[in-house]
C-alpha cells in the first residue's frame, strides 16, 4: 500500500509515488485517498452536529427568555388593571357612605331650632355634596382607564395566545432536532470509527496533522491547477499526475488533493479556511 514517503516534509502534504508501489499499489493508495473523502465527510458531519447541538440549546434558552417577558408583559398589564379596579372599588364605597353621610345630613336638616343651626347644616350638606361630586369625577376617571386598560389586556392576551403557539412550535422543533441529531451523530460517530479501520495508521496520522492545521478540513479539491483549499498554484507537472491518477505525486500543500471531477468529494459549503494561512 502506497504510504506517505518518508522524506516528505512535516508540515507538507502527503508525497504519494506511484513508481516507488507500482499501479497495483497506486489503485489501493487511491482507495485509501476515497475513504479518507468519506471519512472527512462523516467527520465533519460530526462538527455540524456538535455546533447545533451547542446552538440549539442557547436558542432554547433565547426562546424562553423572549416567551416569558411576553408572558410577563401580559401579566403586569393583567395587575395594573386589577389595581385600576381595586381602587374603583375603593372610590365607590367611599362615595357610598358619602352618600349615606348627605342623606343623614339632610335628615338632620328637619330637626334644627335656630338659624345659625341651619345655616351650619346647610354648609355641611354643601360641603359633602362636593366632596361626592368629587368622588363621582374619580370615579368616572377610573371607569375610562379601565375600559381603555382592559381593551389592552384582552388584545395583548389575543396576542399572547398568538405567540404563545409560535413559542410551542419553536420549542418542539428545536427539541426534535436535538433528538434528530442525537441519532445523526451516533450514526456518524459509527461510519468514523469503522471507515479508520480501513485506513492506514501513517496516513490517518498526516490527515490528522493537515486537519488540525486547517480547521478540520484535510481533503479538497484542485481545479485548473488551483488547491482549491489554499487557492495556491499547483505546478503543473504535478497537476497533469493529479488528473492522471486521481491523487498527486508530490505536492508542497498542506492540503491532500483530489479532482474536482471526483464523485466522491465536495467541499462543505460551511467549512472555514482561514484566509491567512497559506502553503
Not at 67 to 75: A, G, H, I, P, S
Request: proline residues 3%; aromatic residues 4%; positive net charge.
Amino acid at each position: 500500500m502506497g504510504i506517505p514517503e518518508k522524506n516528505a516534509p512535516a508540515k507538507g502534504a502527503f508525497f504519494l509515488s506511484f513508481k516507488q508501489y507500482g499501479r497495483e499499489r497506486g489503485v489501493l493508495l487511491r482507495d485509501q485517498i476515497r475513504l479518507l473523502i468519506e471519512l472527512q465527510k462523516a467527520e465533519s458531519e460530526m462538527m455540524r452536529i456538535e455546533t447545533r447541538r451547542r446552538i440549539l440549546p442557547e436558542q432554547l434558552i433565547k426562546l424562553d427568555e423572549e416567551f416569558n417577558l411576553v408572558r410577563e408583559n401580559v401579566e403586569e398589564k393583567s395587575k395594573r388593571l386589577e389595581e385600576l379596579n381595586k381602587n374603583r372599588r375603593d372610590h365607590e364605597d367611599k362615595l357610598k357612605r358619602g352618600h349615606e353621610n348627605l342623606r343623614k345630613a339632610k335628615d338632620r336638616l328637619t330637626e334644627v331650632k335656630t338659624n345659625k343651626e341651619y345655616q351650619s347644616m346647610l354648609k355641611e350638606i354643601e360641603g359633602l355634596e362636593q366632596k361626592n361630586s368629587e368622588m363621582e369625577d374619580g370615579v368616572l376617571v377610573l371607569l375610562e382607564k379601565i375600559d381603555q386598560m382592559k381593551a389592552g389586556v384582552q388584545a395583548g392576551e389575543r396576542e399572547f395566545e398568538i405567540d404563545q403557539k409560535e413559542y410551542t412550535a419553536k420549542k418542539n422543533r428545536i427539541e426534535d432536532e436535538l433528538n434528530l441529531l442525537e441519532g445523526e451523530y451516533t450514526r456518524h460517530d459509527h461510519s468514523s470509527r469503522e471507515l479508520r479501520k480501513q485506513i492506514h495508521a501513517d496516513i490517518i496520522k498526516r490527515y490528522e496533522s493537515i486537519k488540525n492545521i486547517r480547521n478540520g478540513l484535510a481533503v479538497v479539491p484542485a481545479w485548473k491547477e488551483v488547491c482549491q483549499g489554499c487557492h495556491m498554484n499547483i505546478p503543473p507537472v504535478s497537476y497533469t499526475h493529479l488528473r492522471a491518477h486521481a491523487t498527486v505525486l508530490d505536492l508542497v500543500c498542506r492540503l491532500l488533493l483530489e479532482t474536482k471531477k471526483s464523485p466522491y468529494l465536495s467541499i462543505p459549503t460551511d467549512q472555514h479556511i482561514p484566509k491567512h494561512t497559506r502553503c
